[in-house]
């Protein structure tokens, strides 16, 4: 089963043309060898989806690579909670705290769940020490599960 969710994964990083950083056109859909589309979001700075290309046009001779910072996510693993918002960069710190306690394994797996996600926006009141609390020592990451399952209905 995983074989072939890592296979897409891998195949939705490739597509068959050889594309340039000069040819990338802002909201351009990209056809990925997984039989998928990906955009490009944005050219100050670029990126694909959510990833930033952090280099580009590295060529070979067979083709040219663009060096992304995150794993991009075809449709087929994009079916649990985790990959809905993952991708989603309004979702970022959410997706940061449900992976440091842990909870990223449980909402990806079979629920069924219904998580009430809060936006980036929703934690800006929380200041840099608390959140270093939270996310760093034994007792607040205990505080932060707590705080974040009661988000999740089951």
């Known amino acids: 089963m995983w074989g072939a969710h890592l296979a897409d994964i891998l195949l939705y990083h490739m597509t068959a043309?050889?594309?340039?950083?000069?040819?990338?056109e802002q909201d351009m859909e990209l056809f990925m060898w997984n039989y998928e589309f990906a955009?490009?979001?944005?050219?100050?700075p670029p990126m694909i989806?959510?990833?930033?290309?952090?280099?580009?046009?590295?060529?070979?001779?067979?083709?040219?690579?663009?060096?992304?910072?995150?794993?991009?996510?075809?449709?087929?693993?994009?079916?649990?909670?985790?990959g809905a918002i993952y991708d989603d960069p309004d979702f970022s710190i959410l997706v940061s705290l449900l992976n440091v306690t842990g909870l990223n394994e449980a909402l990806s797996g079979p629920?069924?769940?219904?998580l009430f996600a809060p936006m980036n926006d929703a934690?800006?009141?929380?200041?840099?020490?608390?959140?270093?609390?939270?996310?760093?020592?034994?007792?607040?990451?205990?505080?932060?599960?707590?705080?974040?399952?009661?988000?999740?209905?089951?």
């Not at 043309?17 to 990338?24: G, Q, V, Y």
């Not at 067979?62 to 909670?81: A, E, F, Q, R």
């Not at 629920?111 to 219904?114: A, M, S």
């Not at 009141?125 to 089951?154: M, P, Q, R, S």
Request: glycine residues 6%.
């Open 49 to 82: 989806n959510n990833a930033t290309i952090t280099a580009a046009d590295l060529e070979a001779d067979n083709g040219v690579v663009h060096v992304i910072d995150k794993v991009l996510l075809p449709s087929s693993v994009m079916y649990t909670i985790m």
């Open 17 to 24: 043309n050889k594309t340039m950083s000069t040819d990338l």
């Open 39 to 44: 955009n490009i979001t944005s050219l100050d």
């Open 111 to 114: 629920g069924p769940f219904t």
């Open 123 to 154: 934690f800006a009141g929380i200041d840099n020490e608390t959140l270093t609390y939270l996310t760093t020592t034994e007792e607040g990451l205990a505080e932060l599960t707590y705080i974040l399952t009661y988000h999740v209905g089951k």
